[in-house]
């Protein structure tokens, strides 16, 4: 929701509130409409399209050190635990690694005969995932080293600002692209994980509409959205060791899999990412609570 209002916010000058409010009616919207989920996969796709080549245009006209970024991405200098958990945990953390395979069992992909466009599904949304986040850093860093001095309150903001009124509305554009996938992303899986049960699928649209709701009213109750977001993401990336332990486990059961036999090394791979961010965590629960009492 806070996406959304900041988007409208920096793009044409609504208010906060007001912003995150249309983002929820729009997103509401959407689920309303008859080919909800049809109209929702599309508006997906061509809104994933519309942020990776603005970030691009933007990201080119910042001239970052790729030398640089390049050196430190394999040996950094610096390194933050919080931040990379925190980082994992908005990426692939929470429900997002439910959405994407919610939606193409309802679509009826599923199956070891559709493995294949099971897995280029995968790869298709991380790679769009880790390009725009990229390209964000990319531009942010490039604004910082050309030695422009980022504001406390907003610094992805005033790094697109640097660029002049373009650069504020490529801003909002594609925060309001972002959070709108993210808000219906999240009340459809919500939705989707309860649908077995009777008195939720009969009344699908309503939960829908709920989920969406009481978390915009919360937004506009408590504010601080800045912290909430980092909040959010710090707790998305402690959901993240559970969730994939729990699928780690159920690839290795024939009575959920069938016949389908997980690789041995994504196995082990997946158990050493449960162990890492299982302890990062655990660590990070010290500074999160010190962010949320400010």
Not at 148 to 175: D, I, T
Request: glycine residues 12%; contains cysteine; hydrophobic residues 55%.
């Amino acid at each position: 929701m806070w996406g959304h209002g900041f988007g409208l916010t920096s793009a044409w000058g609504f208010n906060l509130n007001t912003g995150a409010g249309l983002g929820a009616c729009l997103a509401i919207g959407v689920f309303l409409f008859k080919r909800a989920m049809a109209f929702m996969d599309k508006m997906t796709q061509i809104l994933g399209v519309l942020m990776v080549v603005l970030m691009g245009i933007v990201a080119l006209h910042a001239k970052a050190p790729l030398a640089q970024v390049f050196k430190e991405s394999l040996h950094p200098s610096h390194f933050s635990m919080v931040a990379v958990l925190t980082l994992i945990g908005g990426t692939v953390g929470g429900y997002i690694i439910f959405s994407g395979g919610h939606r193409l069992l309802d679509a009826k992909v599923c199956g070891t005969h559709r493995l294949k466009e099971v897995d280029l599904a995968a790869y298709l949304g991380i790679f769009v995932a880790t390009l725009v986040r990229g390209l964000l850093f990319l531009v942010i860093l490039g604004v910082v080293e050309s030695g422009v001095v980022l504001k406390p309150a907003n610094p992805a903001l005033s790094a697109f600002e640097s660029f002049g009124e373009w650069g504020r509305v490529v801003f909002g554009v594609v925060f309001l692209a972002a959070s709108l996938t993210s808000i219906v992303g999240a009340a459809y899986t919500s939705v989707s994980f309860l649908r077995n049960l009777s008195w939720v699928r009969r009344q699908e649209n309503t939960w829908v509409v709920g989920f969406i709701g009481v978390p915009t009213l919360i937004f506009l109750g408590v504010g601080k959205p800045a912290t909430l977001l980092v909040a959010a993401g710090a707790l998305n990336g402690l959901i993240l060791p559970l969730t994939l332990a729990l699928m780690l486990i159920a690839a290795k059961s024939p009575k959920i899999v069938g016949t389908y036999k997980h690789p041995l090394i994504l196995s082990v791979l997946g158990w050493v990412v449960v162990s890492f961010s299982a302890y990062w965590g655990l660590l990070s629960l010290k500074p999160l609570f010190k962010l949320l009492g400010t």
